[in-house]
T-cell receptor
Framework: AQSVTQPDIHITVSEGASLELRCNYSYGATPYLFWYVQSPGQGLQLLLKYFSGDTLVQGIKGFEAEFKRSQSSFNLRKPSVHWSDAAEYFCAVAPSTDSWGKLQFGAGTQVVVTP | KAGVTQTPRYLIKTRGQQVTLSCSPISGHRSVSWYQQTPGQGLQFLFEYFSETQRNKGNFPGRFSGRQFSNSRSEMNVSTLELGDSALYLC????????????????FGPGTRLTVL
């Protein structure tokens, strides 16, 4: 079955430290891949997306993600986190162009930033 | 440019009632998708509308329905509410271009928080 897995439900990181959030997918072909962030009481904001080409994708707020086909992964990274990065992060996939409006989301990773 | 707006932001209903939620997409966007977010099930796709036609549908019972108007505004309706329908309902809009995410982006609204008592 098609699935999106975020293995870490909760991550605590110190301000200024690096952050890596994991995402694995299970699809027949390479889907379109996304990372969204949700702050409390807010909707989802797109951080970055991968659809083809360069496997290292740059996004907003200093985030980047690397697509690894061999590992079916699309991990999100940030070199130095800020207190404002505390939020919930969702990896999402769209299986094809025809159904790209139908995103399948992972369970999310809650990120806590400590001083 | 104004973002995606959803009304109302908060709603309290009782079991058995029905509810209608509204979503106004970004100007020029023709695709609207709806998602349900709950602590137990996470984010789940409900349906997508493009140019007044349902283009994709998720695995929800028939009590959940939607429609899109000629101005691209969309409504979703839930009839015979159940306690388990309590959730944050998010809508997202995009241009709906044929190229998909290579040329297009989904923008999410702030959501409508529905509480069923």
């Amino acid at each position: 079955a098609q699935s999106v897995t975020q293995p870490d439900i909760h991550i605590t990181v110190s301000e200024g430290a690096s952050l890596e959030l994991r995402c694995n997918y299970s699809y027949g072909a390479t889907p379109y891949l996304f990372w969204y962030v949700q702050s409390p009481g807010q909707g989802l904001q797109l951080l970055l997306k991968y659809f083809s080409g360069d496997t290292l994708v740059q996004g907003i707020k200093g985030f980047e993600a690397e697509f690894k086909r061999s590992q079916s992964s699309f991990n999100l990274r940030k070199p130095s986190v800020h207190w404002s990065d505390a939020a919930e992060y969702f990896c999402a996939v769209a299986p094809s162009t025809d159904s790209w409006g139908k995103l399948q989301f992972g369970a999310g990773t809650q990120v806590v930033v400590t001083p | 440019k104004a973002g995606v707006t959803q009304t109302p932001r908060y709603l309290i209903k009782t079991r058995g009632q029905q509810v209608t939620l509204s979503c106004s997409p970004i100007s020029g966007h023709r695709s609207v998708s709806w998602y349900q977010q709950t602590p137990g099930q996470g984010l789940q796709f409900l349906f997508e509308y493009f140019s007044e036609t349902q283009r994709n549908k998720g695995n929800f019972p028939g009590r959940f329905s939607g429609r899109q108007f000629s101005n691209s505004r969309s409504e979703m309706n839930v009839s015979t509410l159940e306690l388990g329908d309590s959730a944050l309902y998010l809508c997202a809009s995009s241009l709906g271009l044929a190229g998909g995410p290579s040329t297009d982006t989904q923008y999410f609204g702030p959501g409508t928080r529905l509480t069923v008592l």
